[in-house]
């Protein structure tokens, strides 16, 4: 992955890559700042979304585990590949679903659909 290696301004993270035999041409995963923006924003809708709706299960908690395991997965990804990956690829579906998911659990599914908040 080139793209966001050569950029050294404050919009990514870098994680020092856990060790391999295989060399690597860049030591480091990054992770960009807009993979921990936009899915911080909806993490945060939902819980707008638990204040609003009451649900039995939390939209909040799951999407933010959701997103835990989206980056998980996206890191052992990367690894198992050696190449970089687009972490929104994992981490929108693993978001998006859980809510969804959590939605119909809760029989909310068309609450959460139309939600939208009201002017103050």
Known sequence: ?????????????????????????????VLGLGDVVVPGLFVRFMSKID??????????TATTAAYAAGLAVCFAVNEITGAGQPALLYL???CVGTALAVGAAN??????????????
């Open 51 to 60: 204040e609003a709706l009451f649900p039995t299960y939390s939209y909040f």
């Open 92 to 94: 929108d579906p693993a």
């Open 1 to 29: 992955m080139t793209v966001a290696t050569k950029v050294e301004a404050p919009v990514k993270f870098l994680y020092t890559a856990p060790p391999s035999d295989t060399p690597r041409d860049y030591p480091f995963s």
């Open 107 to 120: 029989g909310q599914l068309k609450q959460l659909w139309i939600f939208g908040e009201e002017e103050e």
